[in-house]
């Protein structure tokens, strides 16, 4: 658990965690991050934080985008864990987490648009002036 208190402690936690291989969970929502990447998703803007990615490139960690959706039953709940992201370890370090956020940005579409109703975001997601509503899009 992230200790916005102390983030620095946890930091070093979660360094802790991928240097022994193990497995760190941390959501890509903006409302966590103390950096974040706009990136385009469905015609719009999505704004999400960079510390996995970030995480990911300086303990040289894979980066596993996971995903939940409803099953048809609409009672059991389907966990997709997709295959690693590439996050970039030469150049700039803001280039590779926009990079990698995009590449994440590019998933979460492809996701949204197959499941509109299971994403909970629509009211994060910044349209430009000219769109007709959330979820208008083709």
């Known amino acids: 658990v992230f200790d916005r208190d102390r983030p620095a402690a946890a930091?070093?936690?979660?360094?802790?965690?991928?240097?022994?291989?193990?497995?760190?969970?941390?959501?890509?929502?903006?409302?966590?991050?103390?950096?974040?990447?706009?990136?385009?998703?469905?015609?719009g803007k999505l704004h999400l934080a960079v510390g996995a990615?970030?995480?990911?490139?300086?303990?040289?960690?894979?980066?596993?985008?996971?995903?939940?959706?409803?099953?048809?039953?609409?009672?059991?709940i389907r966990v997709v864990i997709e295959p690693a992201l590439a996050v970039p370890t030469d150049g700039k370090t803001d280039d590779?987490?926009?990079?990698?956020?995009?590449?994440?940005?590019?998933?979460?579409?492809?996701?949204?648009?197959?499941?509109p109703a299971e994403w909970r975001d629509w009211n994060r997601l910044e349209?430009?002036?000219s769109a007709e509503k959330p979820g208008d899009w083709r």
Not at 61 to 71: D, E, I, K, N, S
């Open 11 to 43: 930091a070093v936690a979660a360094m802790r965690v991928l240097a022994q291989n193990g497995i760190l969970s941390i959501t890509a929502g903006d409302w966590e991050g103390q950096r974040i990447a706009g990136v385009d998703v469905c015609g």
């Open 53 to 76: 990615p970030r995480f990911a490139r300086l303990a040289g960690a894979a980066l596993l985008p996971v995903f939940t959706v409803r099953g048809a039953d609409q009672q059991t």
């Open 127 to 129: 349209l430009p002036a």
């Open 96 to 115: 590779a987490l926009q990079a990698a956020a995009q590449a994440f940005g590019r998933l979460l579409e492809r996701y949204v648009r197959r499941y």
